[in-house]
């Protein structure tokens, strides 16, 4: 039977020093949407229980697929929506943001030769401080730990759902809960990587600054 899976939290204060920034503004502008906005993202910030089930309702719109590793195609959807954003919008977000993510995905466990020790450029698409901290959680954040000792991944799950928190009929920091499941050869194992990381807009460009995830033997 698997053990508790190794997880750890991360978030980067400056860029929460950003978002809470931007907050001033939403209380100061009104409207009841934005101010639920405020809220999630002080649950944003929390960040510390395990992921939940993704909620039954609340925007959930179809299954997207989005570029990912040749072995498996990600399926993204668009989770709950807080604050007021065009359909068009979170139609065009979905597949943006969780290119991003598959970019990890694919840099840290899913691509690349096998087996190889050096996983330094497994964080594209991360913060300078989440790539940082990221680096010392490597063996969690990335197949570090076992990829010396394998030969291969084969994808079996891979599905991300996004979150949006929006202001102002804009969309302003996102929540991507990931599922992710491989098997690896020349050492037989099958794992899995569940939780969420947390996105927000720098220069133009969604990255990632701050994770809280699991990695652990299925």
Do not use: C
Request: aromatic fraction near 6%.
């Amino acid at each position: 039977m698997p053990g508790r899976s190794p997880r750890r939290t991360l978030f980067v204060g400056g860029a929460l020093l950003a978002l809470a920034a931007l907050g001033v503004g939403w209380v100061s502008a009104g409207g009841g949407s934005d101010r639920a906005a405020i809220g999630s993202l002080v649950e944003l910030r929390k960040a510390t229980a395990p992921p939940t089930a993704p909620p039954t309702s609340g925007g959930v719109h179809a299954v997207t697929p989005t570029p990912a590793s040749p072995e498996m195609r990600t399926s993204a959807s668009l989770g709950r929506v807080t604050g007021r954003l065009a359909a068009r919008k979170r139609k065009r977000l979905v597949p943006d943001i969780s290119e991003v993510v598959d970019r990890w995905l694919d840099a840290a466990y899913v691509g690349g030769d096998y087996p190889r020790a050096t996983f330094k450029d497994s964080f594209p698409g991360f913060t300078r401080g989440a790539t940082r901290s990221a680096r010392t959680d490597k063996a969690l954040l990335s197949n570090a730990d076992i990829g010396p000792r394998i030969t291969g991944v084969t994808v079996t799950r891979r599905t991300v759902r996004v979150d949006l928190l929006a202001v102002e009929g804009r969309a302003r920091a996102a929540t991507v809960r990931v599922r992710l499941g491989f098997t690896t050869s020349g050492v037989r194992r099958e794992f899995r990587v569940t939780g969420r990381v947390f996105l927000s807009q720098h220069d133009g460009r969604w990255k990632i600054f701050g994770y809280d995830v699991a990695k652990g033997r299925s």
